[in-house]
């Protein structure tokens, strides 16, 4: 059995993670942190785990929960992670880290968008991006994996083959996208209050939003940029607050390059996905929407060519608590030990 | 493995019986019946099982269907499995009917509560009643299992340990419960669209509701009353619709005897459900709340007595379409094929 | 025009009250309380105000602003406005009080339900409880009106006719009340996030309501009781919340007196509401749904007799910051200066 | 008084002309027409008017309530009013149609797009396109008005300054829109269910939404070109549907030509919009909210301008039963008829 440990476990990813990991084969918990609940039984603070989880909130105290533990999951607000990390931990445990600490590979672009200053910058270039389908040989040999950001796995996965093939204009990428409310996080915010959010819809972090220079990380390799020597392409991504509890849809736009069909942007999502286990692909003309993910690992990806504009419509559904956030998590961590890719992760979606 | 088949596969607890049966290790589905969808892809209906099930949507042929299953369920509207049922049927294979066709004793009352002819008489009396904490042992050996009703389930369970113990003046009884609107299946009628439903709660049925006689016969069984000889008990039974997809909640009010106290009430419930797995008794004082069971096969049960009416206030909550439906149908099931009971409904509540 | 003073305007009772003496044809706001916001422009608070309030919050000098203003809303927690009332105040100006700290006549009451010393009883007596379609006549002379709670509002309402006219069994009163989520406030805690509220029901306050003395104390002066020599209807009130932005529907139970027909209950509906503006009676066999009164300040009731238990199940719907704060407020106003009751209130329900 | 007849007053946006014209001060509604519901009561059809609305629902004979009627506003289905105009209704009342029938001024596209036979194409050339703050002066000679749908009131007015002053590559606009689920109208539709549509988001009609042809055209003439003679703004248009009741937001992408700054943008919208009463500006760097238009008449716009792809990235939001149907139609009917155009439309935004 995997000994995992999870720091930040009473957050909606922390306890999303809660959930699958006590339905996995192949791992139990040991540790369940929180700042905010420490010594307080964990059943008092998600009373769904009545009765499934007879443990009390832990410290923070990474270097003894790694002793303890073969897999820490670190489910925490930017820059924990960062200045925690060390040897010591790293020799003992592996680290698959929910924030954004090890997701971008220049500390400038970091500091820039986090406003952060990051504490770990000598383990930046070992940390792996955690985006399974993309990255999996070297999530495998992995010690940090940084897991990707609910929308980045939703824009990412949605634009990668059109981008890898060249089938777009890489200047012409515009992501719009919208996220359930558990997205925002379990903190007293009165944005968040049920009376502000239901009934209504509203863009936010407009040409600001954090997972932008995530995406243009990962595009830039894809198109084979040399994004570490200043070479990147440049997206617009919008986010919007949708009253929902979950989900993640990313509707993205592009020009196509001269000539490109849908059959092409067919063939291309098959080249790249057509084996993988939670990309289910819905073919031309066909969009996804997110109450068919809810509670599972999937991500549905369908689209369109306006033959009009000369543009493809594409966009990408999954649970953003899921695949947005723990089960990649989950996935990475069987990737890390070696298991099929799908243990614990034979989620069927709920619906309704 | 057992061989299933469902009648009604396209209505929401159908489907829900489908979620939960790819999810058991010992069944695999034999048949996907849907009077609207003969011959059309499962999965086009529901899209959530695209990539989960490959199959079309067969007919209602139960003869034809108890041939090639082991256990039939009928998650059909009132009349259907009574119209059908016949030898041929039950000799090949068991039935488990969630509609109301075999769930009162009593020809007269269902005739009068559903205005439906019934037209299998002969089999009421063997059917036995699908409530399995209270009907464990006569489940095991049965050929027809009557599911019971989402709203009953919670409310019998909530009170029988209080009937039972003569804890309660019976004759006091009050339901209030609220649903979520999945219970109101998936039929396109005005009353049930979004912007209907949205931003409201409503009584319905009142002092009408079917439910009730399927109550009031099993809380007089409790009471040691003979029911089929016209001895019952007389309760308030009160649905409201709400605006969310899953879970019940039956808040019950009724008088205390003399001298009953919240101990007492404390005792009966851990009598009566210390050992069941799937009731979660939350004590005196605390109260469910139907997020904290979505998903899940559980029901929460909590109370408190107010010392200044000397009554009792408990509360029941369960995911409608699980322990109200289709799980407790697999629990049936399990128990009819001698299986834990638990078997595939090891679902860990999804929050949020 | 009257001049109207706002203390507590950036919570949603406050606001309400904006909104709707802003489309009052005789009353001017002339100070925006606000204890969080002082010297932030109320628009930027509540945007849907941009361009419609161009003022600033202003503090909570309850003593100024008697000098400004004609009328003060106090939209405040508990104990507020009796740690501040004073002669000075009521010879300036007007109080309408829609906290509860002079809803109740006994300060022994209002101290152990709410857990607060009472700053000022000597004012407890001649304040008036604003309930206008039963007080009406004392509300017109009165300095201090304590306008009732939302779930009091729809509780009497939709009881008094029965309890006054002798009708039921007092000792049998059962309300089991349900609530959209603005009557939680403003306030930034994680029980009113969306992710907590939406897709879920909970009962709260079980028999310890803070409304319930209130309810009863009404009632028992409805019964002709002699309610400050100890005599009192008790009755049991549970509160539960429901995933909607406003509306309150209560379910009423109780036992009817021998011989008590369903004619008699539409008779007593008849008698003492027929003439009421805001009243709609929808007669035997029609429930309410707080869909139907959202935006207004009507109160719609209904009710049937159950001729198996011989109990009256009535309920009542009305929009907890109309008719269950600002409205009634509004109402009250009206009839403090001798306008027509409707004035500013012909709102006619916003659907869907 | 207006004499006004509504012919489809039971569909969601003819329901709210009803609930606007009743607090008009200068309108009447002198015929409750329905296809659905004749000879019903119009008031149980949609309880909220109980005691407001005494009137049954007719029948659709435009030429009878053409002479009852001042104007007749047509909330029905596309080519009704196209299939009943004529020269004896026009010369008795004016015509104020919904629906899509005489807002493109091409019969090809309009047959194309809809797939329908335009049956009155003569008066194509004299309808006049009712988005009021446009096209004020042609309005008020009109017999008949076009009233814009409620995607395109949206997208044209946030789009508007930036086209007709040029500002923007017109060849590069992408339009993503979200929609509240009265859009979808009344009919009993399996998509439209409760939970189907609750805890989902989805994107529709992609590349193919009606709505597409009457942007361009509109955008068109702002730009100046001659779209009657094949000229036309090509644009991508996508809607989305959202759990909630009411509300559109339109998030419109646009590649700025060389050297346009923020500045200019503001310049453009206070140039057009600046004494408008129903737009209200939110500038640079805010962006609008559904919550904080619903019940009104407003269009909030904001916008802001990414350095790093040279974009802006404006939006619109309102509410789609007000400013995009009911709203606009009644400020049509003003401008007719020689009122302000505020007249009855004064609504404060209800929140929440």
């Avoid at 990474?62 to 990390?85: N, W, Y």
């Avoid at 996080?185 to 968040?192: S, V």
């Avoid at 390059?257 to 996905?273: E, F, L, P």
Wanted: one cysteine or more; glycine letters at 8%; hydrophobic letters at 40%.
């Amino acid at each position: 059995m995997i000994k995992a440990g999870i720091i930040g476990s009473t957050g909606y990813a922390g306890a999303e993670l809660v959930r699958l990991l006590l339905q996995h084969p192949e791992a139990e918990i040991v540790w369940y942190g929180s700042r905010s609940y420490v010594d307080q039984n964990y059943a008092d603070i998600y009373h769904n785990m009545f009765r499934l989880v007879d443990a009390k909130c832990m410290d923070e105290d990474m270097e003894r929960l790694s002793k303890e533990a073969d897999v820490i999951f670190t489910a925490t607000p930017q820059g924990f992670c960062a200045s925690m990390v060390n040897d010591t931990i790293l020799n003992s445990s592996k680290i698959i880290d929910l924030s954004a600490d090890f997701r971008l590979k220049k500390i400038d672009v970091y500091e820039r968008w986090y406003k952060l200053e990051h504490k770990a910058p000598q383990y930046l270039k070992e940390a792996v991006y955690g985006l399974c389908e993309i990255n999996r040989d070297r999530i495998r040999g992995a010690r940090i994996v940084a897991n990707p950001g609910c929308y980045t796995t939703t824009s990412i996965l949605t634009l990668y083959p059109l981008v890898k093939e060249g089938l777009i204009d890489d200047s012409s990428i515009i992501i719009d996208a919208k996220s359930g409310t558990s997205g925002a996080g379990r903190g007293a915010k009165i944005p968040n209050l049920f009376c502000e959010v239901n009934e209504s819809i509203k863009p936010y972090g407009v040409a600001t939003h954090r997972h932008t220079p995530e995406i243009e990380e990962q595009l830039s390799y894809a198109a084979g940029l040399d994004y570490m020597d200043g070479e990147s392409i440049l997206i617009n991504f919008t986010p919007h607050l949708v009253p929902m509890n979950r989900g993640i849809l990313a509707t993205c736009y592009a020009n196509l390059r001269d000539g490109v069909t849908a059959d092409d942007i067919t063939a291309a999502y098959r080249k790249y996905y057509a084996e993988e286990t939670f990309i289910r692909l819905l073919g031309n003309g066909n969009f996804p929407e997110t109450r068919w993910v809810e509670g599972s690992n999937f991500v549905d990806i369908g689209f369109t060519v306006d033959p009009r504009t000369k543009r493809v419509i594409a966009a990408g559904a999954l649970d953003n608590l899921v695949k947005g956030a723990a089960g990649q998590a989950v996935q990475n961590m069987n990737l890390l030990f070696g298991l099929p890719e799908d243990t614990g992760l034979k989620l069927v979606p709920v619906f309704p």
